[in-house]
């Protein structure tokens, strides 16, 4: 940010340091090998590979250089002479500006990165203490509660303290240049979503471009054509593996879908899997609606200092502890729009949970000719609920000024968030070479992509049941009215598609009869 609040980044980021030992043997004099024993799981790296730190009289900032082509294959981070101290064996500490220092480290990843076409996760675990566990690895043990939970929550709050004190003066209101670009779009039903502006997208999180622009982005129409395409028999090639899960994908996409048309035991409520241009529209009025209780903090944004994907997959935690990792490039979000990420994944990740067979765990048992959760799914669904209720109620009381009606505005990021990583998944298949020949395709058991949808697509329907919504405090009773129509028109379609069905079943049964007759 180039201002005088170093103090308050360093409760966010309090050390840079590396794990090392002195280098023996030929290496440069002065010069620190970094213990690579916390990467040695990583493919990329193995026990061949060194990361080495020099000094240098020829350089006058941070760079690195990558070598794989010699034999003993290393990572050399070169720094100016006299611009560091040793604290300690372990640690090093850069003397220079920190921005000017942290910007040189990215630079010169981006570069390597760009050229080599190599991802740095710059040693994650390592942040994570001598066992890390993710948030979602403690929701797989079903122990993501008591003091693990609370610490999680307690902390995630006070970062987003320190990212509203981060956030300078200007860039906190726009609020009135949001709600002039709406009224833009309700009075011109022809506009483009391409023209959007930047504020008003990023002011939703992002969630307008990438979900409902005409020509790239999109997500929503993708998810609808693909739909389509898995309901006519034939128009994709599917393996034996992924017939099933396609059909059912198919299946509640249709128009007038019902829970209950896929999902076993689950309510003859409409799938809210088809949301059109006036979803987007919908969030954004109620993201900047002027009701006399609406949050002042939720009309404001913050800089999120890359924390655009703040799930409890992308940090540690323990009972003291939060470690955030996975930054991206920093935005000003609404800190409703910011905390979409946070809330979803606490049931996107279910879908995620690595299996040695399947890749994830797979999270329907088949039952005829529907699906059910297994057994372990059921234990570990409430527990999600619970935690997640938590979360969202000490994020209404102690960050959005205890404005419950914002409830309702956080569950349809939610939602939408669900869809969109629905779509994700769909596309991932089709790039890896879902519905075409696999003759000459390597890839094999992507229709494990499949699966991964139709849990995202499940839990999207799940949150928004009558059930959900009393068990979550959703007061919306307005909005509870409208989705109460909509599902009493698609319960009478279904209804008359049946009869329809029965109907047409009698008269070929009578005109057996006859035949034989």
Same mark, same amino acid.
């Given at each position: 940010?180039?201002?005088? =609040?170093?103090?308050?980044?360093?409760?966010?980021?309090?050390?840079?340091?590396? #794990?090392?030992?002195?280098?023996?043997?030929?290496?440069?004099?002065?010069?620190?090998?970094?213990?690579?024993?916390?990467?040695?799981?990583?493919? +990329?790296?193995?026990?061949?590979?060194?990361?080495?730190?020099?000094?240098?009289?020829?350089?006058?900032?941070?760079? !690195?250089?990558?070598?794989?082509?010699?034999?003993?294959?290393?990572?050399?981070?070169?720094?100016?002479?006299?611009?560091?101290?040793?604290?300690?064996?372990?640690?090093?500490? $850069?003397?220079?500006?920190?921005?000017?220092?942290?910007?040189?480290?990215?630079?010169?990843?981006? @570069?390597?990165?760009?050229?080599?076409?190599?991802?740095? #996760?710059?040693?994650?675990?390592?942040?994570?203490?001598?066992?890390? @566990?993710?948030?979602?690895?403690?929701?797989?043990?079903?122990?993501?509660?008591?003091?693990?939970?609370?610490? $999680?929550? +307690?902390?995630? &709050? @006070?970062?987003?303290?320190? %990212?509203?004190?981060?956030?300078?003066?200007?860039?906190?209101?726009?609020?009135?240049?949001?709600?002039?670009?709406?009224?833009?779009?309700?009075?011109?039903?022809?506009?483009?979503? +391409?023209?959007?502006?930047?504020?008003?997208?990023?002011?939703?999180?992002?969630?307008?471009?990438?979900?409902?622009?005409?020509?790239?982005?999109?997500?929503?129409?993708?998810?609808?054509?693909?739909?389509?395409?898995?309901?006519?028999?034939?128009?994709?090639?599917?393996?034996?593996?992924?017939?099933?899960?396609?059909?059912?994908?198919?299946?509640?996409?249709?128009?007038?879908?019902?829970?209950?048309?896929?999902?076993?035991?689950?309510?003859?409520?409409?799938?809210? %899997?088809?949301?059109?241009?006036?979803? *987007?529209?919908?969030?954004?009025?109620?993201?900047?609606?002027?009701?006399?209780?609406?949050?002042?903090?939720?009309?404001? =944004?913050?800089?999120?200092?890359?924390?655009?994907?703040?799930?409890?997959?992308?940090?540690?935690?323990?009972?003291?502890? !939060?470690?955030?990792?996975?930054?991206?490039?920093?935005? %000003?979000?609404?800190?409703?729009?910011? !905390?979409?990420?946070?809330?979803?994944?606490?049931?996107?990740?279910?879908?995620?949970?690595?299996?040695?067979?399947?890749? /994830?765990? =797979?999270?329907?048992?088949?039952?005829?000719?529907?699906?059910?959760?297994?057994?372990?799914?059921?234990?570990?669904?409430?527990?999600?609920?619970?935690?997640?209720?938590?979360?969202?109620?000490?994020? &209404?009381?102690?960050?959005?000024?205890?404005?419950?009606?914002?409830? /309702? $505005?956080?569950?349809?990021?939610?939602?939408?968030?669900?869809?969109?990583?629905?779509?994700?998944?769909?596309?991932? *298949?089709?790039?890896?070479?879902?519905?075409?020949?696999?003759?000459?395709?390597?890839?094999?058991?992507?229709?494990?992509?499949? *699966?991964?949808?139709?849990?995202?697509?499940?839990?999207?329907?799940?949150?928004? #049941?009558?059930?959900? *919504?009393? =068990?979550?405090?959703?007061?919306?009773?307005?909005?509870?009215?409208?989705?109460? $129509?909509?599902?009493?028109?698609?319960?009478?379609?279904?209804?008359?598609?049946?009869?329809?069905?029965?109907?047409?079943?009698?008269?070929?049964?009578?005109? @057996?009869?006859?035949?034989? #007759?």
């Amino acid at each position: 940010k180039r201002i005088n =609040r170093w103090d308050h980044l360093r409760s966010l980021v309090e050390k840079f340091n590396v #794990t090392s030992s002195v280098c023996k043997g030929q290496a440069r004099r002065g010069s620190i090998l970094i213990n690579t024993s916390a990467l040695q799981s990583l493919r +990329s790296l193995n026990n061949e590979m060194s990361i080495r730190m020099y000094e240098s009289d020829a350089c006058d900032k941070f760079a !690195l250089q990558l070598d794989t082509e010699s034999e003993k294959r290393s990572l050399a981070v070169v720094l100016p002479k006299d611009c560091h101290e040793s604290i300690d064996p372990k640690t090093v500490l $850069l003397k220079n500006d920190p921005h000017e220092d942290l910007d040189n480290i990215a630079q010169e990843l981006i @570069r390597i990165m760009e050229d080599r076409l190599l991802k740095f #996760t710059l040693a994650q675990k390592t942040i994570g203490g001598e066992t890390p @566990r993710t948030g979602n690895q403690w929701l797989y043990s079903g122990q993501l509660h008591g003091d693990v939970l609370e610490n $999680l929550i +307690s902390q995630f &709050i @006070r970062v987003i303290e320190h %990212l509203q004190e981060l956030t300078l003066a200007e860039e906190v209101d726009v609020v009135d240049q949001v709600r002039e670009e709406l009224n833009r779009y309700e009075c011109d039903p022809d506009r483009k979503i +391409s023209e959007i502006s930047n504020t008003t997208n990023t002011f939703v999180g992002n969630a307008i471009r990438k979900n409902f622009h005409e020509e790239k982005g999109d997500r929503i129409r993708f998810l609808q054509e693909m739909g389509k395409k898995f309901r006519v028999f034939g128009l994709l090639v599917l393996t034996p593996e992924e017939e099933l899960p396609a059909k059912m994908i198919g299946r509640l996409l249709a128009d007038h879908a019902i829970m209950s048309d896929v999902f076993l035991d689950s309510p003859c409520e409409d799938a809210p %899997l088809n949301p059109g241009e006036q979803f *987007w529209k919908n969030i954004l009025r109620r993201a900047v609606t002027t009701r006399e209780s609406m949050s002042p903090s939720a009309l404001e =944004r913050i800089w999120d200092c890359g924390l655009a994907d703040a799930g409890i997959h992308n940090l540690f935690v323990t009972e003291t502890d !939060l470690f955030l990792f996975d930054l991206g490039e920093p935005e %000003l979000q609404s800190l409703p729009g910011f !905390l979409t990420k946070f809330l979803f994944s606490f049931f996107h990740t279910l879908g995620m949970e690595e299996d040695e067979e399947t890749g /994830w765990v =797979r999270r329907f048992d088949v039952v005829g000719d529907k699906l059910a959760l297994t057994k372990q799914t059921k234990e570990l669904l409430p527990k999600a609920y619970d935690a997640f209720q938590v979360c969202l109620d000490r994020l &209404i009381e102690e960050v959005l000024d205890g404005d419950k009606i914002l409830r /309702w $505005l956080l569950l349809q990021y939610v939602t939408l968030q669900l869809l969109s990583d629905t779509a994700f998944c769909l596309q991932k *298949w089709a790039i890896k070479g879902g519905g075409q020949d696999r003759e000459h395709n390597h890839q094999r058991g992507i229709e494990k992509w499949l *699966w991964r949808a139709l849990w995202d697509i499940h839990i999207a329907c799940d949150i928004n #049941t009558q059930e959900s *919504w009393a =068990r979550l405090g959703v007061d919306a009773p307005q909005m509870r009215a409208r989705m109460s $129509l909509l599902e009493g028109t698609a319960s009478i379609n279904k209804l008359r598609e049946s009869v329809s069905l029965f109907s047409s079943s009698l008269k070929e049964i009578s005109e @057996r009869a006859s035949i034989r #007759t």
